[in-house]
């Protein structure tokens, strides 16, 4: 029905462009320069019009529809069965599949019945919701259609609707980040309810299973996230370890060194790097360079877990150096020329006027670059989940398996999850945590960026 | 007096200064070394990584099938004669196939022997010729040439990925006696001496292996607690008891070496059959027939051979029994390698022989339509009104700041707000693309915004300006002349993002999009996966040639990626307009 709907929508629309546009014309008759607007914004005005009614009625009607159909669907079961979510999710499954016909069996009158009911409810409220769409929008038509004369302002107002629906898709933006604040905030405080944060934030264990029966022992529930920072922040560690120094020497001799052939063959490079899907880098981290450091530790007497934080952690750096090097590339860039031209004026050689004036001068953007590399490193998924393994120890050792948030997030909520249960919503907790920490970092990044790039603009 | 010096103007000794030039100038090259190393470094990681992919991957492209001769029996596939599909396609074709694969071993006999032999066929090896009567039945009653799936274990072996191997031709004259079971075998030549110094040698490895192990573990006992520590030592004990037996048996070098499974095996090809030796000795091995010899005839110099099979039986997935069927098809040109099409044409699976990515491309295919038919709408005008028609004012100072912040949110947060908004909330369906796309609009939507006002931003306003000038209002100048020169750079940054969405993989974990899906997807509400999570997945199974699997779809999906990353460059080449 919603697709009868949205096609006899857009053929409304189309055919009543048309007609405006064809009325407009025809009342300026020989003399098009005697309207106002040009006659495809008279088509324009009609069409969005009739786009728009229909709309309406549709985000107005949809809610409504859907309720009376379940309300129709559900009168005649038993209430027992449907006091909880789960229980009515089940029986309109049920009416699903003996509308489509693939019920299993043969289905209790009660539920035939249902699904009866449940079917001539949807076609009566697909039919109400279609006349009352096309009325409406015929309606605001005829209406329209009067409009249509040489001096009706049709762009003005075609203009502004424009004009909105822009504003409308970049606060799109503004929506996904409240989005996000609220798909986590709400469960973290239910979280919260379940576990004091004070628990959360200073505990010393993590093992998010929860006893299913009160009885069961030993699975009691641990959400102190001191091991996932730890872990979080040793891999960050050997990644920025990693990153930091080639991510900034590769900038700096981009930057300073380089031809401008050289250049056209190393910045695709990088760029090639930074386009590598992480689940490559992590199928490369976890098959192929942590049996590698697994061997060379044995070789010398050490015992290295087969899911190394340091496999992770090396792999992790590979992937931000391409951030570290074009972001610090940028700021080296925007350092002015004078200040070099000061430097050999000096006599200083080319390195020593890099340590001492450029590097200086482009600190705060190199800072911001290095800190963005962090928050990409504790925010990155893959390479971790596939490299850096389960177990929650709370280690500085770099040859054994760490948890990070990421990886945790994403063992709890991928597979059959229990709602409202304490695991779950410790997933959302460990979410927040991470957006609100990329958040505060990414954004004192960029604003000292932005200070910088007007302290030298 | 040092006046003198000094009154001349002349250093007493240039000597520290020229020094300190020369320290500056190392300096200097040390400093430009460094950065050259540091791009020298990061392009050998890209390079290893790229090789590592593509050698792991390459063997999946291609597979071994056996060509049998079998006859389409109708009393197996259509019983009635009826040439109903149903009935055709219900047909037992694997007893066919199963019978045309033991009449090559006729040797074959226990029941025990038969399985192991059907253990070289894939479960879906009767896919093939299914479809091929199927397609058409006029070919029930004939003899047809069908090929055959082998299983993955047979194919990584004859990939040789099982095991080495190492051939050697026979010196001197063969001669066999068998007593009982037990064949022994003489050579005129030198040729068993040399094996068994090779034997020796392998046991030699094999105890250095076993010392060195038990060494490394020592050393963690004073680390741990009296538990594990006991549970260890135990562990040492064995290896120690196990190396000290290993040393007897390789002090006395005449005495013969007893073949186990944890040894390389040693296989002696003659008259047409094949002898596995469970016992060496300097003159002769004592042994057991795979395939029994057609004649107990002394054999010529180089008429026969022994075979390594370097890698222990115990450490393989394929035993010598079937190892040796598989090489002695493979000489008499019953398999064959061929492109894997099958790869391409199917849905995944459990079997990594019958596994495809068709499934997950399709479902890539899916999503990224939703992403790109929301995110480029959206993201062009959001990027139009905030470069064009946004008042300056702190409303849309929060937006951009939002909008820039948004760019580097951690994928795996639009993961879980796709599972608390649109599957919890909205109540959408699970593992669909449509869900899938969603996410990821939303998470490339800053970088196609940040691209398309870059775009137009690089439009001179001269244009803009000339249009205004013979009187077109605001919109039509951006609309008509503005955004049409905007829109290579606007179409390089959505393919720039949609490579992006391509690569992703965590968000889609979170909205469910890791089930085990067998069924090619028909829609943006079906259940399904996309490539980098089959990627995930794949890479997560124990078998080996799903390894190959993994390796040969994240191939295709750096095609595509490289394919998108082309594609933009060469727009932007073509179209991109300097002014």
């Known amino acids: ?457 | 007096m040092t006046d003198i010096t000094i009154s001349n103007g002349i250093p007493v000794t240039d000597y520290p200064r020229d020094a300190l030039v020369k320290k500056r100038y190392r300096a200097e090259r040390r400093f430009k070394f460094y950065g050259i190393a540091a791009i020298i470094l990061t392009a050998l990681f890209l390079s290893v990584v790229l090789l590592d992919v593509l050698f792991k991957g390459l063997p999946a492209f291609s597979e071994y099938r056996v060509d049998l001769k079998v006859t389409a029996d109708q009393a197996a596939l259509d019983p009635q004669n009826t040439r109903d599909p149903v009935t055709l396609l219900a047909g037992n074709y694997d007893k066919i196939i199963r019978d045309a694969l033991a009449a090559q071993f006729p040797d074959v006999s226990t029941r025990a022997e038969r399985r192991a032999l059907n253990g070289l066929l894939s479960s879906g090896a009767s896919d093939d010729f299914r479809r091929m009567i199927s397609g058409n039945p006029s070919l029930i009653g004939q003899e047809v040439t069908v090929p055959v799936l082998l299983s993955d274990d047979a194919d990584q072996f004859l990939k040789g990925y099982q095991t080495s191997e190492i051939v050697l031709e026979g010196t001197g004259t063969l001669s066999q006696t068998l007593n009982g079971e037990t064949y022994s075998l003489r050579s005129t030549g030198d040729d068993f001496a040399k094996a068994f110094q090779e034997m020796q040698g392998f046991l030699f490895e094999r105890l250095e292996k076993l010392t060195t192990e038990s060494a490394r573990l020592e050393k963690l006992i004073p680390g741990l607690d009296a538990n594990a520590a006991s549970s260890l030592q135990s562990q040492i004990d064995a290896i120690k008891a196990e190396a000290q037996t290993l040393n007897a048996r390789i002090t006395d070098a005449n005495v013969a070496i007893e073949l186990d499974e944890k040894l390389p095996s040693l296989l002696v090809n003659v008259n047409g059959g094949t002898i596995k030796a469970s016992q060496i000795s300097p003159s002769g091995i004592d042994g057991v027939k795979l395939i029994t010899p057609a004649s107990a005839e002394a054999a010529a110099p180089g008429s026969w051979s022994m075979l390594t099979l370097v890698t222990p039986e115990s450490n393989r997935r394929v035993q010598d029994q079937a190892a040796i069927w598989l090489t002695k098809m493979k000489s008499e040109g019953l398999v064959e390698r061929a492109f894997a099409t099958r790869f391409f044409t199917s849905g995944d699976s459990r079997e990594p022989e019958l596994a495809g990515i068709r499934g997950a491309l399709t479902g890539t295919l899916w999503t990224l339509a939703v992403t790109l038919l929301l995110c480029l709408p959206l993201g062009v005008g959001a990027a139009i009104y905030l470069e064009e028609f946004a008042p300056k004012n702190r409303v849309t100072e929060i937006i951009e700041i939002n909008i820039n912040n948004l760019a580097a949110v951690p994928s795996i947060v639009f993961g879980l707000l796709g599972l608390a908004m649109f599957l919890n909330f909205f109540d959408l369906p699970r593992s669909a693309p449509l869900v899938g796309g969603l996410v990821l609009a939303l998470l490339v939507m800053p970088t196609i915004i940040i691209a398309s006002r870059a775009a137009l931003r690089s439009v001179p306003p001269s244009i803009k300006e000339a249009a205004l000038g013979v009187g077109a209002s605001h919109q039509q100048a951006i609309f008509h002349h503005v955004l049409p020169l905007a829109m290579p750079g606007i179409m390089t940054g959505t393919i720039i993002g949609m490579a992006h969405a391509l690569g992703e993989t965590a968000p889609l974990l979170m909205i469910g999009m890791v089930a085990f899906i067998v069924d090619i997807p028909g829609g943006i509400t079906d259940a399904s996966t996309v490539l980098p999570v089959q990627i995930y997945l794949w890479s997560d199974l124990p078998e080996v040639a799903f390894q190959a699997k993994t390796a040969a779809a994240i191939l295709v999906l750096l095609v595509f990626l490289f394919v998108m990353n082309a594609a933009a460059i060469m727009l932007r080449r073509r179209f991109e307009r300097r002014w």
């Open chain 1, 1 to 457: 029905m919603t697709a009868t709907y949205f096609l006899i929508l857009a053929l409304l629309t189309v055919s009543l462009f048309l007609v405006g546009r064809q009325r407009a014309s025809s009342l300026a008759g020989a003399e098009p320069s005697s309207l106002h607007s040009l006659p495809s914004y008279h088509g324009m005005f009609l069409a969005a019009l009739i786009a728009l009614s229909m709309l309406l009625v549709y985000v107005l009607g949809a809610p409504l529809a859907n309720r009376y159909v379940e309300a129709q669907a559900l009168a005649g079961i038993d209430p027992a069965t449907i006091a909880d979510g789960l229980g009515r999710s089940a029986v309109f499954r049920d009416i699903h599949s003996i509308l489509a016909g693939t019920y299993a069996g043969t289905a209790s009158p009660e539920l035939a019945n249902a699904a009866s009911a449940y079917s001539s409810a949807v076609s009566l409220t697909g039919w109400l919701l279609l006349i009352g769409g096309v009325a409406l929008a015929l309606a605001a038509a005829m209406m329209g259609f009067r409009l249509i004369g040489p001096q009706f302002r049709a762009r003005n107002s075609v203009e502004r609707l424009i004009k909105y629906v822009l504003l409308a898709c970049s606060a799109i933006a503004v929506l996904t980040t409240i989005g996000i604040v609220f798909s986590v905030v709400f469960e973290t405080i239910q979280f919260f309810t379940k576990v004091s944060p004070i628990d959360f934030l200073f505990g010393l264990q993590w093992s998010p299973q929860t006893a299913i029966r009160a009885d069961q022992v030993g699975s009691s529930g641990a959400f102190g996230i001191v091991p996932l920072v730890v872990g979080t922040l040793l891999i960050t560690v050997i990644a920025i370890a990693v990153a930091g120094p080639l991510g900034l020497f590769a900038a700096i001799y981009m930057a300073e060194y380089a031809s401008p052939r050289t250049r056209a063959i190393v910045k695709p490079i990088l760029e090639i790097l930074a386009g590598v899907p992480t689940v490559v880098l992590g199928f490369f981290a976890a098959l192929t360079v942590a049996p590698f450091i697994r061997g060379w530790g044995e070789t010398f007497g050490l015992s290295v877990s087969s899911e190394s934080a340091l496999a992770a952690g090396l792999v992790m750096g590979m992937m931000i150096i391409p951030f570290v090097s074009s972001l610090s590339d940028d700021v080296i860039n925007a350092v002015p020329q004078s200040l070099r031209d000061g430097s050999y004026a000096m006599g200083a050689t080319k390195s020593e006027t890099i340590k001492k004036v450029i590097l200086p001068a482009a600190l705060p953007g190199i800072v911001s670059a290095f800190m963005l590399a962090i928050s990409r490193a504790v925010g990155e998924t893959m390479i971790v989940v596939m490299a850096a393994g389960l177990a929650a120890n709370l280690t500085f050792n770099p040859l054994e398996a760490v948890t990070t948030f990421t990886v945790q997030i994403k063992t709890i909520l991928v597979g059959d999850q229990e709602f409202d249960s304490a695991k779950t919503l410790s997933a959302f907790a460990l979410g927040f945590v991470l957006f609100f920490f990329t958040l505060v970092l990414n954004f004192i990044a960029l604003q000292i960026v932005k200070r910088y790039r007007e302290q030298y603009d």
